[in-house]
């Protein structure tokens, strides 16, 4: 009988992430055909796609990372935290060892989370200055220095939204909803949505505040008028710098990401024992 194809993924710069999948080696090999095991920022593609499940081991950057790379290929990702929050890998060893014969047989069944494309054009609103990437939680555009205010124009489709005076505005997916869109004074979005929520960044207006939605149409952000250290970045990790009339396009990537959940958590119950949501104060 054929064994299931996996492929495995670690943040090899954290201590103990290679030691640990060294460890797990000939346990892995009894349930699985392992593909191979790489960095979780360089991998061929080639060779993952015919996995049937990528286990990550890391934080959720590292989770985000890989989950650029594969969610156009359509392989789920499972997350065991080696880092601090763990709020999307939220696996540790002992429940990967409880299920991994359950998500190997497909009585684990991975949800859809909705990934942004973003495309930048130049500053004549023609050329094309950067290529198509993708981002699992956020785009973020921030002032930069010499930190003077920006003045941002935001459309979807043919409406116009608002003009986002103050330090930048936050563009994120249900996924990316408890990151900077939340520490920015964002919405928590159930993670199943099919929606976006825009979210200013300190702005020098009290009216303007935080809105979600549709993810149908595509968003446009004009920078009217930014600062020189101004810039564009994704899921925290990939950033572009953007200059005075450059257009920020972002849709709804036609891939989702695919992600293994737990199932001894829910959305809620995650949110409550990571952000402890919804706890007294004198809990």
Known sequence: MTKPQILILGNMTKEGVADLIESLREWFETCAEILGVFPHDGFPLDLAAPAKLCIV???????????????????????????????????DV??????????????????DRIMLSVLVHG???????EPVRLASNDIAISAGDPFRMIDLNVAQGEQH?????????????PTGSTGYNLSAGGP???????AVAITPIAPHTLSLRPIIVRAEEPILITAIRVNEGTKMVIDGQIPCKLCDGQV?????????????PHPGRDFFQTLSNKLHWGRSPHH
């Open 57 to 91: 081991f890391g934080g959720d950057g590292s989770l985000l990372s890989a989950g650029r790379s594969l969610a156009p290929l359509g392989v789920p990702l499972l997350g065991v935290n080696m880092g601090k929050l763990g709020f999307l890998a939220d696996y």
């Open 94 to 111: 002992q429940h990967l060892k409880k299920h991994l014969a359950e998500m190997l047989a497909g009585q684990i069944q991975p949800v």
């Open 123 to 129: 500053c004549d609103g023609k050329r094309v200055t």
């Open 161 to 173: 939204v608002a003009r986002y005076l103050g330090d930048g505005v936050v563009i994120s997916t």
């Open 188 to 194: 928590i979005l159930d993670p199943a949505l099919d």
């Open 248 to 260: 920020v396009e972002v849709r709804r990537a036609e891939k989702p990401l695919r992600l293994i």
